[in-house]
């Protein structure tokens, strides 16, 4: 069964770093796609960068130049590595990937979710 577990998130002050990590498990063929997306209490779901399936990267506005996404094909993980936060970044975060299963069933995927909070 693949899965997506993130890890990373965390309590920082505004101006502060946090790295996001997210490893895909499970019996992958392939993963196509893959970014994070995050939502704030009373928001929708957003993207805030992604690798599109021809390695092209895509960035919110609110936080490119702060943002950056990087991937690990051989490891099947991405990571967004956050500089410069602030109290606006504030959100559960979410790893989201499309996989193609070893048994050639492709399907788009969810992580449970890492909180951050970025204290004024």
């Known amino acids: 069964q693949v899965q997506l577990v993130e890890s990373g998130g965390g309590l920082v002050q505004a101006g502060g770093s946090l790295r996001l990590s997210c490893a895909a498990s499970?019996?992958?063929?392939?993963?196509?796609?893959m970014g994070w997306y995050r939502q704030a209490p009373g928001k929708q779901r957003e993207l805030v960068a992604s690798f599109t399936s021809g390695g092209r990267t895509n960035y919110a506005d609110s936080v490119s130049g702060r943002f950056t996404i990087s991937r690990d094909n051989a490891k099947n993980t991405v990571s967004l590595q956050m500089n410069s936060l602030k109290p606006e970044d504030t959100a559960v975060y979410y790893c989201?990937?499309?996989?193609?299963?070893?048994?050639?069933?492709?399907?788009?995927?969810w992580g449970q979710g890492t909180r951050v909070t970025v204290s004024s």
């Open positions: 499970g019996t992958i063929f392939s993963i196509n796609a």
């Open positions: 989201n990937a499309d996989i193609i299963s070893a048994s050639f069933f492709k399907n788009q995927y």
